[in-house]
């Protein structure tokens, strides 16, 4: 029997969409090609409205309305973690966010990307500082921080619960469209396993940008981030964001401090994370270190790329942040909502998909009364 939505990669962004539409009584099939939790445990685990480097960036670049909807989008995703958080009782953190990553910003420059956000619906302030030892201004907001594996874990799980069918080690190996079916062809990871299998959707959403439509996001070639953990002399009480380089995130976590560097290639990562090495030594008299890599998506510069492709029952999330856990929740939400068709009517699942996912919704309902 075919399913309504077969979604690739078990990611933030594929696993949130699952839940949703498993939660709406549509039938969900995950396939990815990774072990069980390694898509959507990347990341560095904070959640925002909004960065203002970002939102600055899509203002200038694609106007007003998108940043608006960048900011809505994110809003949107907060909204599901926090459901997520409740839901499986997942340990977490809520922490102010102080949002230095347009540099040293007069405060008149921020007004500007804090008023497009709080037009967004977000809750952010400007703080502005003129004193003798320093001066400048940056925004402030609230930001949620999770440990990135234990989210993962629950958002899988609660996908599951909803009735979603999640299948780990397994590498889809072609896809085609007929007769209003994705027939989607893929093959157990084992090295015993021979047998193709397959699996016919109304609608494949990909978010790992291997097929057809997910190739059509462009997605780049993967990006290197040196990442520090460490004791600092001083308690870290905030997640702060700052312009780079060497550092571009400083986050508590636990008793110790977690240090982000910025994107760079796989051939300027040693340069770049002893640079990171140096900073927390000289600004936050550092110790204890210990010294790691993420691996993750290019970035996009925030340009709104998540939704249908021209292929009939296609849709992809961009790279971008597809396992990380704002951007992948973001882009978990809006997918879903095309699906649904909350956004937009016309790419929508067919009414007979949507009769039958009423019919299972209401049965579980019945079921559990």
């Not at 969409?17 to 939660?23: F, Y």
């Not at 899988?156 to 989607?184: C, E, F, P």
Request: with cysteine.
């Amino acid at each position: 029997m075919a399913r309504d939505v077969v979604v690739i990669g078990a990611t933030v962004a594929g696993l949130t969409a699952a839940r949703r539409l498993a939660s709406e009584g549509f039938s969900v099939t995950v396939l990815d090609p990774n072990p069980e939790g390694a898509s959507a445990s990347v990341g560095h685990g904070v959640a925002a409205c909004a960065h203002a480097s970002t939102v600055a960036t899509m203002a200038g670049a694609y106007g007003d309305e998108s940043a608006h909807e960048h900011v809505r989008r994110n809003l949107s995703g907060m909204s599901e973690i926090r459901r997520v958080l409740a839901a499986g009782g997942v340990e977490h953190l809520v922490l102010p966010l102080h949002d230095h990553s347009l540099g040293v910003s007069l405060a008149r420059e921020l007004r500007n990307v804090a008023k497009l956000m709080t037009e967004a619906g977000a809750d952010v302030d400007v703080v502005e500082v003129n004193e003798a030892h320093r001066a400048g201004a940056w925004l402030t907001s609230e930001a949620l921080a999770v440990n990135p594996a234990v989210y993962g874990a629950a958002l899988a799980s609660q996908a599951a619960t909803a009735g979603a069918v999640i299948r780990y080690d397994a590498t889809v190996t072609h896809l085609q469209r007929r007769d209003g079916m994705s027939v989607v062809a893929h093959r157990d990871n084992a090295a015993w396993a021979r047998e193709l299998e397959v699996t016919r959707a109304v609608a494949v959403l990909d978010t790992m940008g291997i097929t057809p439509w997910g190739r059509t996001a462009r997605v780049g070639r993967p990006q290197w981030v040196p990442v520090l953990r460490c004791r600092t002399e001083e308690t870290v009480q905030a997640v702060s964001l700052l312009a780079g380089p060497p550092v571009w995130m400083v986050r508590p976590d636990g008793d110790e401090t977690l240090l982000l560097g910025v994107k760079t290639s796989p051939a300027s990562f040693g340069g770049a994370a002893t640079e990171l090495l140096r900073w927390a030594e000289a600004t936050l008299g550092a110790s204890d270190m210990q010294a790691s890599r993420l691996v993750i998506d290019p970035s996009d510069h925030g340009r709104p790329a998540v939704g249908a492709s021209a292929i009939p029952g296609g849709y992809y999330a961009r790279g971008n942040g597809r396992g990380e856990l704002m951007n992948g929740t973001a882009s978990g939400c809006w997918l879903a909502s095309l699906l649904l068709g909350t956004v937009r009517r016309d790419v929508a699942l067919p009414v007979s998909s949507r009769m039958r996912a009423q019919v299972r919704s209401l049965g579980s309902k019945l079921g559990r009364h």
